[in-house]
């Protein structure tokens, strides 16, 4: 769950330290692949979550955000944000990709959101950016796409090989 998460998000490079505290009481920096349990659950990123998936985490991060004294307004912003996803239009969209985008653009804004907290750059997570959302629906097609192409290029070379066997 939410230990696994953290350790495995400790480790963003194969040779990363991570610091942790010993029995003694001090801290000592140790390989974070020595942290890591191999059997624990991988950590799915928050745009790979389905629907379901998103609405059992949502609650869990606010207990969290709570539990670690987040200052209401960012707890409620939160909500808000979660809430407008929710009832957004594409939210329950026959097009798939649709529904996607805004797991996508959830994800995106939340990381975007948490690296200006405190700058000048900050902003609210409430109101949603439709043109945002578009863009990532446009990223998930483009990606949809490209793996149809490379799918459709790889059955054409296997073809054009079995023929020329075939034919020689």
Same mark, same amino acid.
């Given at each position: 769950?939410?230990?696994?998460?953290?350790?495995?998000?400790?480790?963003? /490079?194969?040779?990363?330290?991570?610091?942790?505290?010993?029995?003694?009481? *001090?801290?000592?920096?140790?390989?974070?692949?020595? $942290?890591?349990?191999?059997?624990?659950?991988?950590? $799915?990123?928050? /745009?790979?979550?389905?629907?379901?998936?998103?609405?059992?985490?949502?609650?869990?991060? @606010?207990?969290?955000?709570?539990?670690?004294?987040?200052? /209401?307004?960012?707890?409620?912003?939160? $909500?808000?944000?979660?809430?407008?996803?929710?009832?957004?239009?594409?939210?329950?969209?026959?097009?798939?990709?649709?529904?996607?985008?805004?797991? @996508?653009?959830?994800?995106?804004?939340?990381?975007?959101?948490?690296?200006?907290?405190?700058?000048?750059?900050?902003?609210?997570?409430?109101?949603?950016?439709?043109?945002?959302?578009?863009?990532?629906?446009?990223?998930?097609?483009?990606?949809?796409? /490209?793996?149809?192409?490379?799918?459709?290029?790889?059955?054409?070379?296997?073809?054009?090989? *079995?023929?020329?066997?075939?034919?020689?």
């Amino acid at each position: 769950g939410l230990e696994d998460a953290k350790v495995s998000n400790l480790i963003a /490079e194969p040779d990363a330290l991570v610091m942790l505290p010993s029995a003694d009481g *001090l801290h000592s920096w140790i390989p974070a692949t020595a $942290v890591k349990n191999p059997k624990a659950a991988p950590v $799915v990123k928050d /745009e790979h979550l389905s629907w379901e998936e998103f609405n059992e985490a949502a609650p869990c991060m @606010l207990a969290m955000m709570r539990l670690h004294d987040w200052p /209401e307004d960012r707890v409620a912003m939160h $909500v808000q944000f979660w809430n407008a996803l929710q009832s957004h239009r594409w939210r329950h969209a026959p097009d798939f990709l649709k529904q996607r985008a805004l797991l @996508l653009y959830q994800s995106q804004q939340r990381h975007r959101w948490h690296l200006t907290i405190g700058s000048a750059q900050s902003w609210s997570l409430e109101e949603l950016n439709q043109d945002l959302i578009f863009e990532a629906r446009e990223e998930l097609f483009n990606k949809k796409r /490209e793996k149809e192409t490379s799918s459709v290029i790889q059955v054409c070379i296997v073809s054009f090989l *079995l023929i020329c066997n075939y034919t020689h």
